[in-house]
């Protein structure tokens, strides 16, 4: 199914963005505190 592969995609997209993403708020945080 194409859905699988887009399912599989998105989740990849998401990993990849939600890395640099978390280490962009936790050097805010950290600059703002």
Same mark, same amino acid.
């Given at each position: 199914?194409?859905?699988d @592969?887009?399912?599989q @995609?998105? *989740?990849i997209i998401a990993i990849a963005a939600?890395?640099?993403l978390v280490v962009v708020l936790? *050097?805010?945080r950290g600059g703002n505190l």
């Open positions: 199914m194409a859905v @592969i887009f399912v @995609i998105a *989740s939600a890395g640099p936790l *050097s805010a």
